[in-house]
């Protein structure tokens, strides 16, 4: 799942579709925007009867016409709110998890680098593969987005966040040139993906496996990683 990062300007690829009016992503290097923030009540209702439908439905289902039927609302005011389908989803997926991810951020900032730091975000991340209704929306999604000429670069972006929070909690500052960035990359998106494969295995079945021991093989594993990469004194 690596990629291009976030493109220069620090922002997200803006979505398609974006209402009059509605506010510019902020001037931040991450996007730590909550999608929501410029969101009326009613955009807020038409998002939660979109997620209710790709649940229940599956991608499929979200058509202008059906999400306002199941809403209450007219096709003209869905795309009002998000100018089309397309900016529909977009904000729905970018919604799924953004402010877990910006909380997890904060948390890992307020303690030093080192074990407690990585252990913390660690368990941060088996929190998220366990909120199985936020992954289920993202795995419906995320086939669609990787097709999608505008999606995909958004997905894009939003690892490249990821990441750079991931490098934040082993000490890595962003930026940071040192010889074994590329490797501590290679360490965050490994997390990444252990992450996402396990959120999928307990969105099938949640007694499969013990997560708590899984979760706890990945933070050692992290902490060696991180170990075994560091330069040596002098070097």
Request: with cysteine.
């Amino acid at each position: 799942m690596s990629g291009a990062g976030v493109p220069s300007g620090g922002e997200l690829p803006r979505r398609r579709g974006r209402p009059p009016g509605a506010r510019a992503p902020l001037e931040h290097p991450l996007p730590v925007e909550n999608p929501l923030s410029a969101l009326s009540p009613t955009a807020r209702h038409i998002l939660a009867t979109a997620r209710r439908l790709l649940l229940e439905r599956g991608f499929g289902a979200l058509t202008i016409e059906s999400i306002a039927l199941e809403a209450g609302e007219t096709k003209g005011s869905v795309t009002y709110h998000f100018g089309s389908k397309a900016g529909l989803i977009e904000t729905l997926f970018d919604s799924l998890s953004h402010d877990t991810w910006v909380a997890l951020s904060e948390e890992i900032a307020a303690l030093p680098p080192g074990e407690e730091r990585i252990g913390l975000y660690i368990d941060g991340v088996r929190t998220m593969a366990e909120d199985t209704e936020a992954y289920r929306a993202f795995y419906a999604i995320a086939p669609h987005a990787m097709q999608d000429r505008d999606l995909r670069p958004r997905m894009i972006a939003l690892y490249d966040w990821y990441r750079q929070i991931t490098l934040e909690a082993c000490g890595v500052a962003q930026g940071d040139d040192d010889r074994d960035h590329a490797r501590r990359r290679a360490v965050a998106a490994v997390i990444l993906a252990t992450m996402d494969g396990l959120a999928f295995q307990l969105a099938l079945d949640p007694e499969a496996f013990d997560e708590a021991y899984a979760f706890d093989l990945l933070k050692q594993t992290v902490k060696r990683a991180l170990a075994e990469g560091r330069p040596e004194e002098g070097g």
